[in-house]
């Protein structure tokens, strides 16, 4: 095996099994992935002896797989992990009651660190892309470009129909967006509108949509996690939030639509052929204690469904093969079907419609050639799978495996992991800078309030 590196040039992966996800479960005994500049060029069952060679790197008894897309991240917030338990961030209460207080004391230099955990995490759970929405934006770029990751990252927009607050903040992601200039389209500037109509009134919406169209960037927004948008719809002007986004023009460009617990079936038929994404975050709608997305209603209506993680205030952990079983799991449980979404169509939510969330190519999310080099490798032996013929390998990876059983991360052809270390970040590092961040912020509130209402040791 030839060492690896960061050289992105050409190369093959080799490992035992290679799944491509191609829409059939093909399965690669002996598969080669060859890469060039960042893309896959060819990908083939090895007939005769393994390659060898300088640019031959042989996973040996693993499986490859396409890399999995967060497409619904907020990477600053692992500074806050675990705050929210037991209260629902779904909703605008529990969203200002819990965050925002603490999201007052925090400044610039407080996000760095937890930032570089986030994206430390995606890499060791085998998260190639992510979508990310939050503020300070301008200090997330510069840690996430340094992982090596795929991302669109959103500057969050809260402006509650305040003049002054829109204005500050539509220049101030417009300003962003336009900073980010990667040719090689692996990072891009986004907006994130933070719920629209409930704290993005229509004239910033229409203002974000034209911002967006200009720059060729997406929108990201939290969408359906209670009624209140369709409720704040049918007081201002009548319709559904989905019917209102449509005559606004909202879904000409790429938007990502955030869990979408109360999302109306009716409404689906809306969404198909357009530029929205749903995130769904089907961890998060059970510890919140709300409704499951309609995720078997979206694919049959044609609508791109992809997968998330959210902020791990409520969600703890940054795993996406968990959150794949857990959406396989609601869905049955909550449509009393078993299997009702199959484990073939949870990967592919996880891969291709996530890719198709952050506006990716085609192919994007497969290992088919044209697809962007982002792939993955878990040990055969962690695949907890029954025996060949009794469960098929894709029940297996999305039951039976565990995003810590990743051991390699590529992404555009560049190794962020190898066997389990993390090239890219100091790991170590972040996670001592990111608890002298959370001491400060604790201080500040305790002196603001006088309450310590989050001391270490408690
Ligand atoms: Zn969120």
């Not at 060791?124 to 669109?152: M, W």
């Not at 590092?429 to 201080?443: E, V």
């Amino acid at each position: 095996m030839s060492a690896i590196t960061r050289d992105t040039s050409t190369r093959t992966v080799v490992a035992d099994h290679v799944w491509v996800n191609d829409g059939e479960g093909t399965v690669l005994s002996r598969g080669a992935v060859e890469i060039r500049d960042g893309v896959i060029v060819d990908v083939s069952a090895i007939a005769g002896a393994r390659p060898r060679g300088p640019h031959v790197v042989d996973l040996g008894d693993a499986l490859v797989m396409p890399g999995l897309v967060n497409a619904h991240a907020h990477t600053p917030m692992s500074l806050m992990r675990g705050v929210a338990e037991g209260t629902s961030l779904l909703t605008m209460e529990g969203f200002l009651q819990v965050l925002r207080t603490r999201e007052a004391f925090l400044t610039p230099e407080l996000v760095p660190a937890s930032v570089a955990v986030s994206c430390a995490d995606f890499i060791r759970h085998g998260i190639t892309s992510f979508a990310d929405q939050y503020f300070f934006a301008d200090e997330i770029a510069p840690v996430v470009v340094d992982s090596g990751l795929r991302a669109r990252l959103a500057w969050g927009i809260v402006e509650l129909g305040d003049d002054a607050a829109r204005e500050r903040e539509l220049a101030a992601a417009e300003a962003f967006a336009e900073s980010i200039v990667d040719a090689s389209g692996v990072v891009q500037g986004w907006l994130g509108p933070h719920a629209f109509f409930v704290d993005n009134q229509p004239e910033a919406m229409l203002a974000e949509l034209a911002t967006a169209k200009r720059l060729g960037a997406g929108l990201h927004a939290h969408f359906s996690t209670t009624s209140e948008e369709d409720r704040w719809c049918a007081e201002n002007g009548g319709g559904s939030a989905v019917e209102r986004l449509v005559e606004m023009g909202m879904l000409d460009v790429p938007t990502i639509l955030a869990h979408c617990t109360s999302l109306r079936v009716e409404d689906l038929s809306l969404l198909a052929g357009t530029g929205a994404a749903l995130a769904l975050v089907p961890s998060v709608a059970m510890q919140s204690g709300v409704g499951a997305p309609p995720v078997r209603e979206a694919l049959d209506h044609g609508v791109t469904v992809a997968l998330g993680t959210d902020n791990v205030c409520n969600n703890t952990n940054a795993d996406l093969f968990e959150e794949m079983r857990t959406l396989g799991k609601l869905a049955a449980f909550a449509s009393q079907v078993p299997n009702q979404v199959t484990p073939r169509e949870i990967l592919e939510i996880a891969t291709l419609g996530g890719q198709r969330a952050i506006a990716g190519g085609k192919s994007d999310g497969s290992l088919m050639p044209g697809a962007v080099a982002d792939l993955i490798a878990v040990p055969t032996q962690e695949i907890a799978r029954g025996p060949v013929g009794a469960q098929s390998l894709e029940a297996a990876l999305v039951y039976g495996t565990s995003g810590a059983s990743v051991t390699h991360t590529m992404v555009a052809g560049r190794w962020l992991m190898a066997e389990r270390g993390v090239l890219t970040l100091d790991v170590p590092g972040a996670l001592s800078r990111q608890q002298a961040d959370y001491d400060i912020l604790t201080s500040r509130i305790a002196d603001a309030v006088g309450v310590n209402q989050g001391a270490r040791g408690q």
